[in-house]
C-alpha cells in the first residue's frame, strides 16, 4: 500500500523506497567483487587478514550464503510481504540503516583486527534478526498467518547462521558444517516455496499460448516432508544412505512438478527459462545427491549444483524479473542484453558441475572458467541494473 502523499514528490533517486531496491544492488556488487576476490584467494594462493579463524573456504561459503544469498531474499520479501499484506515495509532511512548493517557484516573479514570477526557475527546476526522482525510485522497486522512459513525460513537463517558462528569461535564442534549447510538447504527450501508460489502464475502469464499448468496437491506435501527429512538426515545426524535415498525421492517429486510445468512457449521469454532452468538445476543438485548410493561423486559438485545452478541463476532471474515489474517496466519485453547475462552464468553453472566429472585433473581450471563467468555476468547485470535500482519508477510513482 502506497504513501499518497509521498507519491505526490518528486525524486532524484529512489534507492531507499522499497527492499528491492537497496538489497539488490547491493547483491549484484557483492556477488561481482566477492567472486573477484574468491578467485584472488584461491588462483592466487593469498589469504584473508583472518585466515587463521576463518579459512578462506569458509569465508566464501559463507558469504555465498548469509551475505549475497539472504541480501537477495531480503530484497524480494520486503517487497513481496507489502503486496501480500498491504501494509507497507520497511522503507526511507529505516531501510538504509538495515542495508548498513548487512554491509558492515561484509567488510569485516577483510579487516585485520583481533575484534573484527565478534563485529561481523554482531552485526551478520542483528541483520538476520531486524530482517525476521520485519518480515513478520506487516504479517501479525493483518493476521495473515499463511504466510508463517515464509517466514519461518527467515527465522531458521538467523539459528543457522548463529550455529555458524557458535562454530567459528569453538563453542560448538560441529557448528561450522552445521550453520553452511543448514543455511544453503534453507535457501533452497525458500527458493523452491517461492518458485511454487510465483514460476507457474508467471508462466501462465507470460507465455504466448493459453495453458493451465498442472500442479499436484500431493507434491507440494510430500516435497516439504522429504526437504525437512533430507536437511535431517544430511546435516545432523548425518546418514548418508538415507540422505541420498530423500535425495532420489525429491529428485522424483521435483522432475514431476517440472514435467506439470513445462511449455514450450518459455524458451521465448527470457525471464521464464532462466527461472526454469534455475530449478532444473536444483533438481539437478538431488539426483548428484542421490547416485552416491551408485558412484562416487565430488560431493562439491552437487553443493554447487545446487549454489551456482540453482541458486544464482534463480536470484538472477528473480532480480533482473521483479526490478523491471516494480519500477513500472515490461517484464515481457525486457532488455535484449539479458539472455547473454543469463547465457553466461548457465555456461558457468555446466563448467563448474558438469566439466570436472568429465576431465577431474583439470579441477582448477574448471573452477576458474566458473569464476569468470560469474564475474562477467554479475558484472553486466550490475551496469545494466544499477540506474533502473537507483532511479525512481517510470511511472513517478513512490516505490
Not at 509521498?6 to 547491493?26: D, M, N
Not at 543457522?160 to 560448538?172: K, P, R, S, V
Not at 504466448?208 to 533430507?230: G, Y
Not at 551408485?294 to 554447487?304: D, E, G, Q, R, T
Request: charged share 10%; net charge positive; aromatic share 14%.
Amino acid at each position: 500500500m502506497n504513501n499518497h502523499s509521498e507519491e505526490s514528490k518528486t525524486y532524484l533517486f529512489a534507492v531507499h523506497h522499497l527492499g528491492f531496491r537497496p538489497f539488490f544492488l547491493l547483491a549484484g556488487v557483492f556477488a561481482l567483487f566477492s567472486m573477484l576476490l574468491w578467485m584472488w584467494l584461491y588462483q592466487g594462493n593469498h589469504s584473508l587478514p583472518q585466515t587463521q579463524v576463518l579459512a578462506n573456504s569458509i569465508w566464501h561459503a559463507h558469504e555465498m550464503i548469509y551475505g549475497y544469498s539472504v541480501a537477495v531474499i531480503a530484497g524480494f520479501l520486503l517487497t513481496a510481504v507489502r503486496n501480500w499484506t498491504g501494509v507497507q515495509t520497511l522503507h526511507g532511512v529505516p531501510l538504509m540503516v538495515l542495508a548498513l548493517i548487512w554491509l558492515l557484516a561484509r567488510v569485516m573479514p577483510l579487516i585485520n583486527h583481533p575484534d573484527a570477526l565478534y563485529l561481523m557475527a554482531a552485526f551478520d546476526l542483528l541483520f538476520n534478526l531486524a530482517l525476521s522482525a520485519c518480515v513478520l510485522y506487516p504479517i501479525i497486522k493483518v493476521k495473515q498467518w499463511s504466510q508463517m512459513g515464509v517466514w519461518s525460513k527467515v527465522l531458521l537463517l538467523f539459528v543457522a547462521n548463529g550455529l555458524f558462528y557458535l562454530g567459528l569461535f569453538g563453542q560448538i564442534d560441529q557448528g561450522i558444517q552445521w550453520g553452511l549447510y543448514t543455511g544453503l538447504y534453507l535457501i533452497i527450501s525458500t527458493i523452491l516455496m517461492m518458485a511454487r508460489r510465483v514460476l507457474p502464475f508467471f508462466i501462465e502469464k507470460g507465455v504466448d499460448e493459453s495453458i493451465t499448468l498442472i500442479n499436484h496437491r500431493w507434491v507440494d506435501i510430500s516435497s516439504l516432508i522429504l526437504m525437512l527429512l533430507f536437511v535431517i538426515v544430511e546435516v545432523f545426524l548425518p546418514l548418508p544412505t538415507f540422505s541420498a535415498v530423500i535425495a532420489l525421492l525429491l529428485f522424483l517429486v521435483h522432475v514431476i512438478r517440472l514435467v506439470g510445468w513445462y511449455t514450450p512457449g518459455i524458451w521465448r521469454k527470457p525471464l521464464l527459462w532462466i527461472l526454469y532452468l534455475a530449478y532444473s538445476w536444483v533438481v539437478l543438485g538431488f539426483a548428484l545427491k542421490g547416485i552416491t548410493i551408485f558412484i562416487a561423486v565430488n560431493p562439491m559438485l552437487a553443493v554447487h549444483a545446487f549454489a551456482v545452478g540453482g541458486v544464482g541463476l534463480i536470484t538472477l532471474g528473480m532480480m533482473s524479473r521483479v526490478a523491471l515489474g516494480h519500477t513500472g517496466r515490461d517484464v515481457f519485453n525486457p532488455p535484449s542484453i539479458l539472455t547473454a547475462i543469463f547465457l553466461i552464468l548457465m555456461l558457468g553453472s555446466l563448467v563448474r558441475v558438469l566439466l570436472p566429472m568429465l576431465a577431474p585433473g583439470m579441477y582448477q581450471y574448471w573452477i576458474g572458467i566458473s569464476q569468470v563467468c560469474w564475474i562477467i555476468s554479475f558484472a553486466m547485470f550490475t551496469w545494466l541494473y544499477t540506474p533502473i535500482l537507483l532511479k525512481p519508477r517510470v511511472d513517478g510513482s513512490y516505490g
